[in-house]
């Protein structure tokens, strides 16, 4: 079975430092991955997803993420934070041995930034 | 570009009650899924449906049914409402179930049972 940890409720950084929302993961085979961003009263919106390839993956609004199958863990991040990040991110999985596609999605983290 | 559209947006029912929950996609996607949120618990699904004339159920199916009615419409009905299924629900919808399709969310209905 697939599954997620989102180890922070809340992650709080100042505007202009650097952000990282943690993420690990379990699959029985590799592992696809995703970043989801949940503004208030709004549905999530993709970030970036991994697949295979290059370790470090670029997306959406200045974000990145690292893969790191050692670790099993998929960090999102970015090196400068602005006060419209702060929202809820969601961390998904999906194992490719599953053949239909089911996400399995973390807790979620509320990245708080402060002016 | 509208995306996913999810009717209504809040709703207040009483236990017992019934309802629908409306969903509808103009991306010509494939796949499409019903999820609820609860605090702390991320997303769960509930249905979902890999293609028109076919569904099939999630992680927390009990109570709820669906309908895929068409490509663009997938409906999730509440026979007898319950206060446990108090929740956001989300539709999703995806090109396809492979696995370099990012899902695409409505903003939600927000249930509350009584």
């Known amino acids: 079975a697939q599954s997620v940890a989102q180890p922070e409720d809340q992650v709080n950084v100042a505007e202009g430092n650097p952000l990282t929302v943690k993420c690990t993961y379990s699959?029985?085979?590799?592992?696809?991955l995703f970043w989801y961003v949940q503004y208030p009263n709004r549905g999530l919106q993709f970030l970036l997803k991994?697949?295979?390839?290059?370790?470090l993956v670029k997306g959406s609004y200045g974000f990145e993420a690292e893969f790191n199958k050692s670790q099993t863990s998929f960090h999102l991040k970015k090196p400068s934070a602005l006060v419209s990040d702060s929202a809820l991110y969601f961390c998904?999985?999906?194992?490719?041995?599953?053949?239909?596609?089911?996400?399995?999605f973390g807790a979620g983290t509320q990245v708080v930034v402060t002016p | 570009n509208a995306g996913v559209t999810q009717t209504p947006k809040f709703q207040v029912l009483k236990t017992g009650q019934s309802m629908t929950l409306q969903c509808a996609q103009d991306?010509?996607?494939?796949?499409m899924y019903w999820y609820r949120q609860d605090p702390g618990m991320g997303l769960r699904l509930i249905y979902y449906?890999?293609?028109?004339?076919?569904?099939d159920k999630g992680e927390v199916p009990n109570g709820y049914n669906v309908s895929r009615l068409n490509k663009r419409e997938f409906s999730l009905r509440l026979e007898s409402a319950a206060p446990s299924q108090t929740s956001v629900y989300f539709c999703?919808?995806?090109?396809?179930?492979?696995?370099?399709?990012?899902?695409?969310f409505g903003d939600g209905t927000r249930l509350s049972i009584l």
């Open positions: 999703a919808s995806s090109a396809g179930t492979g696995e370099h399709q990012p899902q695409h």
């Open positions: 699959v029985s085979g590799n592992p696809y």
């Open positions: 991994y697949i295979t390839g290059d370790n």
């Open positions: 998904a999985v999906r194992d490719e041995t599953d053949s239909w596609g089911k996400l399995q």
């Open positions: 991306m010509n996607h494939n796949s």
């Open positions: 449906s890999a293609s028109e004339g076919t569904t």
